[in-house]
């Protein structure tokens, strides 16, 4: 974009220098040296659905050190979720997975309070469980994990409670368009699927942690290491608490990628008990079974075909495993209907159920809904046109819709930069050629690509407020996170692009419930658009300001005052300058004696712009999914992948890896390179390597990262391998055209590598991840 100085310049990320000097604090660190710091354990469930009969906790009252036990009776009798209101903060009657929360101790040592866990006792009378969410969406299932689900409070989107199939399901996404079931009936080839993914972790280093206590007058200060809306509003919502009861804080994050913990919850029910601060880290264990982890998927689909090389219909059924609670699950299930928008879809029939079990709680991750059914449709479009004998990149380019079509879900495609992407990925994976022969016959090469999308979300807003100092420095307050993608550089050279300044004039405030403003929080791939265009409303806001008292004090018009170099000028004379103090009352001609000395303005504090950005979201029909504006923005995007697979042991290398995304426009290139690089890693991760493993009771036998694999770097392509590409699409409503990619980097890598994998071996994988195990079985049945 012309005339652009530091938007879209790689200048130094603001955290960098902290961070590499080891500078930068965490939540974990907040209160250290505090006297009278107490640390907290919890008590979890050995079962995976048992009634609590009783707890006695008189042995572990009784260790030396332990300052207090909560339990249910203790904490609030009231059920809260995000969509579905249906879990107690401790369980107060019956415990629904291994992991479930039971009690929890303050100790004035780490090790006191483990201890003292192994001293409650806890009688329990087990119950049924059920494990397979095909099983457990039956009519007749003969386990219930929540018997009173129809009695439960649902805050948002309220619709997809109809329509149940069973006592066990608890939500119904559906998408109608067309006639379905005629375009089958003409269809030349009719093709189906059946994919499934295991659940994955986050594996962000920092563990889960909160610190909390109580100020004196009698208010809680709360730090997180989770992101700050994500816990304020839910912490005031459990607890029944009023913004002025509960002050959140947090920094920055140690990895997120989606994450939600819950220690948090325990903190503030010990701090209010003891009247102590309170320190709760979790182990790598809890953390993977606490973490509200992506989760477990099937999905059938069924395309009816055209031999012009075109889809007539799509009909996917998918039911989704969310666990013994739902918290993000019923919007996972939601947004991730969003997938089909890249494809153009005359006749779709959709089906999405989330489904109680007894696992642990599910939640977001990268992605949030779309990898996870990508995995299969774009797996489903190389089937499709090896049926139809077509190539399948001219199959994608075919069936991709163009600027100004209407999308599956009834929206004006806009913004869309996908079939550049898929030529870019095929030019440099040098699609149409051969991989080259490994000169082992028993390791065999292949390439394989995938497009994949990421929606923004258009109901939800943003606010950001701009203050600028006397000495012409700017202060940003915003409500987002920083959590290493780059958010707070990305603002600051929004305001310093907009007040032509230098990045050091540029100061940050977030992540502090006492001072920022609302914001729906760093999900969705939203941020930069979201709170980017908040703040250039604030931004023109404060701007207004300074021109109307500018106007006042030199006398010309508004519109002749320019705004830049930390002060303001006339536009007809530029060569006339003015510092920003030029504007504080000290030098009002009416100043007189100490007033000489004030630096607030004479009728305001200071020069302080506000603004809010809110997607204005259309209504969506709850038979249909039909709906204009029901995604803000989709940030499109295709991988490819060269792959060698090892025909005797079923190891996957990927080779290469090669990436190109529409951004709108790239704010940061070095920044949003990396957020591609890292979200392919995390990708290839996701295919080949990570996914839960339970056992026959419902116990998770990998909660850790010696059993729980993921990539090293030894495991990666680099350097040319790994290329990354924008092809850039503006967006009318974006940042000087900007919308967000970080989530998107990770949506096609997992199916990319498993078309690579026919290419190579010519079996088709249907279960992610793909280990070595699976790929034998595969090449076993083949060969059967």
Same mark, same amino acid.
């Given at each position: 974009m012309a005339g652009l100085c530091i938007v879209g310049t790689d200048v130094t990320k603001i955290d960098a220098p902290a961070k590499a000097l080891g500078k930068t604090k965490y939540a974990s660190e907040q209160g250290i040296g505090v006297p009278g710091m107490l640390h907290g354990k919890v008590l979890f469930s050995p079962h995976a659905h048992a009634?609590? $009969? %009783?707890?006695?906790?008189?042995?572990? #009252?009784?260790?030396?050190g332990v300052k207090a036990v909560v339990t249910g009776k203790d904490a609030p009798a009231n059920r809260t979720g995000l969509l579905i209101d249906d879990r107690h903060v401790l369980c107060r009657e019956v415990v629904r997975f291994v992991g479930d929360p039971v009690a929890c101790i303050a100790a004035d040592r780490v090790?006191?309070?483990?201890?003292?866990? =192994? #001293?409650?006792?806890?009688?329990?009378?087990?119950?049924?469980?059920?494990?397979?969410?095909? #099983?457990?969406?039956?009519?007749?299932?003969? +386990?219930?994990?929540?018997?009173?689900?129809? !009695?439960?409070?649902?805050?948002?989107?309220?619709? @997809?409670? !109809?329509?149940?199939?069973?006592?066990? $399901?608890?939500?119904?996404? /559906?998408?109608?368009? %067309?006639?379905?079931?005629?375009?089958? +009936?003409?269809?030349?080839?009719? $093709?189906?699927?059946?994919?499934?993914?295991?659940? @994955?972790?986050?594996? &962000?280093?920092?563990?889960?942690?909160?610190?909390?206590?109580?100020?004196?007058?009698g208010t809680l200060t709360l730090w997180t290491s989770a992101r700050l809306c994500e816990t304020h509003e839910p912490m005031m919502k459990a607890f029944g608490l009023s913004p002025s009861q509960l002050r959140t804080r947090t920094g920055y994050l140690g990895g997120m990628f989606g994450l939600l913990g819950r220690p948090e919850r325990f903190t503030i029910l010990l701090a209010r008990k003891t009247g102590k601060p309170v320190k709760m880290v979790y182990t790598r264990e809890e953390s993977f079974i606490e973490g509200l982890n992506r989760l477990a998927e099937i999905v059938y689909i069924k395309d009816a075909l055209k031999k012009d090389g075109t889809i007539l219909a799509r009909e996917i059924k998918s039911i989704i495993n969310t666990g013994a609670y739902t918290q993000h699950g019923p919007l996972v299930i939601r947004n991730g209907a969003f997938h089909a928008s890249q494809y153009r879809l005359p006749n779709y029939r959709w089906d999405a159920y989330g489904v109680y079990t007894n696992q642990p709680a599910c939640g977001p991750v990268r992605g949030f809904g779309s990898a996870e059914v990508l995995w299969a449709t774009e797996q489903q479009m190389d089937v499709d046109a090896k049926t139809l004998g077509v190539d399948p990149l001219e199959f994608r380019l075919r069936n991709t819709p163009d600027e100004g079509e209407k999308d599956v879900r009834g929206t004006t495609v806009h913004s869309t930069g996908a079939k550049g992407c898929l030529k870019q990925v095929a030019e440099w994976i040098e699609w149409g050629q051969p991989s080259a022969k490994s000169a082992e016959s028993h390791i065999k090469t292949g390439k394989g690509f995938a497009l994949g999308n990421k929606y923004s979300m258009a =109901?939800? *807003?943003?606010?950001?407020?701009?203050?600028?100092?006397?000495?012409?420095?700017?202060?940003?307050?915003?409500?987002?996170?920083?959590?290493?993608?780059?958010?707070?550089?990305?603002?600051? &050279?929004?305001?310093?692009?907009?007040?032509?300044?230098? @990045?050091?004039?540029?100061?940050?405030?977030? %992540?502090?419930?006492?001072?920022?403003?609302?914001?729906? %929080?760093?999900?969705?791939?939203?941020?930069?658009?979201?709170?980017?265009?908040? #703040?250039?409303?604030?931004?023109? =806001?404060?701007?207004?300001?300074?021109?109307?008292? +500018?106007?006042?004090?030199?006398?010309?018009?508004?519109?002749?005052?320019?705004?830049? !170099?930390?002060?303001?000028?006339?536009?007809?004379?530029?060569?006339?300058?003015?510092? @920003?103090? &030029?504007?504080?009352?000290? !030098?009002?001609?009416?100043?007189?004696?100490?007033?000489?000395?004030a630096m607030c303005l004479d009728e305001s504090a200071e020069i302080r712009g506000s603004g809010v950005f809110w997607g204005r979201p259309g209504i969506e029909d709850p038979e249909t999914g039909q709906g204009e504006r029901? *995604?803000?923005?989709?940030?499109?995007?295709?991988? *490819?992948?060269?792959?060698? $697979?090892?025909?005797?042991?079923?190891?996957?290398?990927?080779?290469?890896?090669?990436? *190109?995304?529409?951004?709108? /426009?790239?704010?940061?290139?070095?920044m949003c390179e990396a957020q591609i690089e890292g979200g392919a890693v995390m990708g290839i991760g996701s295919a080949l390597y990570e996914g839960y493993q339970f056992d026959a009771a419902g116990r998770l036998q990998n909660p850790n990262f010696h059993d729980y694999k993921i990539c090293s770097i030894g495991e990666v392509p680099t350097g040319d391998d790994l290329k990354v590409a924008f092809v850039e699409a503006p967006h009318k409503e974006g940042p000087y055209g900007a919308k967000g990619v970080g989530e998107a980097a990770m949506c096609p890598t997992a199916s990319a590598i498993a078309n690579a994998i026919y290419d190579a071996v010519g079996v088709r994988l249907t279960h992610l991840p793909m280990t070595p195990e699976r790929v034998l079985a595969a090449l076993k049945a083949k060969q059967a």
């Open positions: 009634r609590i $009969v %009783g707890i006695d906790a008189s042995k572990a #009252l009784k260790l030396k090790e006191t309070a483990e201890e003292a866990l =192994d #001293l409650i006792e806890v009688e329990y009378e087990i119950l049924p469980a059920v494990f397979d969410p095909e #099983l457990a969406m039956e009519p007749d299932c003969p +386990a219930i994990v929540h018997t009173d689900l129809a !009695n439960y409070n649902r805050p948002l989107y309220q619709y @997809m409670g !109809n329509d149940l199939p069973g006592p066990n $399901v608890h939500t119904h996404h /559906k998408i109608r368009k %067309g006639d379905v079931d005629r375009a089958f +009936a003409e269809a030349d080839h009719v $093709v189906e699927g059946r994919y499934e993914i295991d659940r @994955m972790t986050h594996c &962000q280093f920092e563990p889960y942690n909160a610190v909390c206590y109580v100020e004196d007058d =109901d939800t *807003a943003s606010s950001a407020v701009i203050t600028v100092k006397m000495d012409g420095s700017l202060e940003v307050i915003h409500g987002g996170d920083d959590c290493g993608q780059g958010l707070n550089t990305v603002l600051a &050279q929004i305001a310093a692009e907009e007040f032509c300044v230098p @990045m050091e004039k540029v100061h940050l405030v977030w %992540g502090d419930s006492a001072r920022s403003p609302y914001d729906f %929080g760093t999900a969705s791939s939203r941020s930069t658009l979201y709170i980017g265009n908040a #703040l250039l409303k604030a931004c023109e =806001d404060a701007k207004r300001q300074i021109r109307e008292l +500018a106007s006042c004090r030199i006398g010309t018009p508004p519109e002749n005052i320019g705004i830049g !170099n930390g002060g303001f000028f006339l536009i007809d004379d530029p060569d006339r300058e003015y510092p @920003m103090s &030029q504007l504080a009352l000290r !030098n009002h001609p009416e100043a007189r004696g100490a007033i000489k000395g029901l *995604a803000l923005s989709y940030a499109y995007g295709a991988q *490819a992948a060269e792959v060698a $697979v090892d025909t005797e042991t079923g190891e996957v290398t990927v080779l290469r890896l090669h990436s *190109a995304f529409d951004n709108g /426009k790239t704010m940061h290139p070095a």
